[in-house]
């Protein structure tokens, strides 16, 4: 029997997921809409689907993501209702953020529960996100103005199951890395194929934990133009593709082409001497909190901190006006800005990168920051969502004024974070971990 995939916004990790199914298993059919206008997408892609699914004896189960309303779908097409029902959630609208509580969409969240009722089996990406979404149903449900509906959670519970979204981790090997990276990377264990960040001890490897206490202060140092910089430099610089997106916005369009110094060609000496280099690799929305991340890096800034930073993430058509901003007042502490729609460009600049940060006010799993481990960064997240989940209590931070302490320090030491062995372990959200439990969900025969 067939597998048919719908996928009403095919684009980010909703499109990872769809283009990974079909990939690794062939007898899937697959029906989308494009990334655009998301709630627009939630209010009428069903009706857009019962149009261009042609009827079929050979469809065993229907996987969709929460964007769809299942059950508008399942009421107009009766034929689809009779398939296995997989829903998934990436994230769930009952504690989505918005920037005023009146902004909250009541139909959003109520479309996602009602989908939840007609499936078969609700999949979600973390406990966090599970829990989150059946703990805020009756509450939500108390938006109602009367005859409210009760023990929905109940309904929905025992249908429910965590599947931690599959990551095709890339192999690091192939891509230009600092020297502390290639120690690193050389002793690490195959994973999915590839190379990654597990199962060492620091006596292995020479990399120390990051417990040093004391750091050394430096003069600023800074990145310097593409017209300044010898050719032989910049023909391993990783540029900012300006290809038009009608959903993308490249902002500071003259600073398109960062300057990118190819540390696999520095001495050892210059190599050591090289600023901290931070990476922010989050879609430039409100959700993400960006206002934060550019408080944090001002102020190392205003008190002479050398760093480089990246900031990476997709961006649609409303971006936050603080991005602009920030753009001008780090000046020449850029090396990247804005989207890369090449993977291998992206996880060039990950593989070259030291700290990775999220300031987000929204995650419900976060594969950007696990692919930046996957690739040597150390991870900076808020101790809150799905983080402490995934990652050890060492790498969460409380506050903005915990984040912007421990990146003072590392502007300080950079050399510290960068021998620092990551303590977690990402192979479990890893393809080849979780493919047979997919295949399982999709009801593959082996």
């Not at 050719?231 to 082409?257: K, P, W």
């Not at 974070?417 to 295949?439: E, I, N, P």
């Amino acid at each position: 029997m067939d597998i048919l995939i719908i996928e009403a916004f095919y684009g980010g990790s909703h499109k990872q997921l769809v283009d990974l199914l079909h990939e690794e298993f062939k007898n899937c059919v697959v029906f989308s809409l494009p990334a655009k206008k998301w709630h627009w997408r939630a209010r009428t892609a069903a009706l857009h689907f019962m149009q261009s699914i042609e009827a079929s004896d050979q469809y065993g189960t229907l996987f969709t993501s929460s964007v769809l309303n299942l059950a508008e779908l399942v009421a107009l097409r009766p034929d689809l209702g009779k398939l296995r029902k997989v829903l998934y959630f990436h994230e769930n609208q009952l504690v989505y953020p918005v920037r005023k509580s009146q902004e909250r969409d009541f139909q959003y969240g109520y479309n996602q529960v009602l989908s939840c009722l007609v499936a078969d089996v609700v999949v979600f990406n973390s406990r966090y996100n599970m829990e989150s979404f059946l703990t805020s149903i009756n509450g939500f449900m108390r938006l109602i103005p009367d005859h409210r509906p009760t023990k929905l959670e109940g309904l929905i519970r025992p249908k429910c199951q965590v599947l931690h979204f599959p990551i095709r981790f890339p192999d690091v090997n192939k891509f230009i890395m600092p020297r502390c990276k290639h120690v690193q990377f050389q002793n690490r264990t195959a994973v999915d194929g590839h190379t990654g960040l597990f199962g060492l001890s620091t006596s292995d490897t020479g990399i120390t934990d990051l417990t040093a206490n004391s750091y050394l202060d430096k003069e600023p140092t800074f990145c310097p133009s593409q017209e300044e910089m010898p050719e032989s430099l910049l023909q391993n610089s990783v540029e900012v593709d300006t290809s038009d997106a009608s959903e993308r916005t490249i902002l500071d369009h003259e600073h398109d082409h960062k300057c990118i110094t190819p540390y696999s060609i520095l001495s050892a000496t210059e190599e050591e001497q090289r600023p901290l280099h931070i990476v922010w690799p989050h879609r430039w929305e409100h959700d993400k909190d960006p206002e934060t991340l550019f408080q944090v890096l001002l102020k190392l800034k205003s008190i002479h901190l050398s760093f480089h930073v990246s900031v990476l993430g997709e961006t649609f058509t409303d971006v936050p006006g603080v991005f602009s901003e920030a753009r001008k007042e780090l000046g020449t502490s850029v090396l990247h800005w804005g989207y890369l729609p090449s993977k291998d460009d992206y996880f060039q600049v990950l593989c070259k990168a030291d700290v990775v940060v999220s300031t987000a006010k929204h995650e419900f799993f976060g594969v950007a920051m696990l692919e930046a481990v996957h690739c040597g960064c150390y991870p900076l997240c808020p101790k809150a969502l799905v983080y402490p989940e995934i990652f050890p209590a060492e790498y969460l931070y409380s506050t903005t004024e915990q984040l912007s302490k421990k990146l003072q320090n590392f502007c300080k030491r950079p050399d510290i974070v960068r021998k620092h062995l990551y303590k977690g372990d990402t192979t479990q959200y890893s393809w080849k971990a979780l493919r047979g439990k997919f295949r399982a969900l999709l009801e593959l025969q082996y």
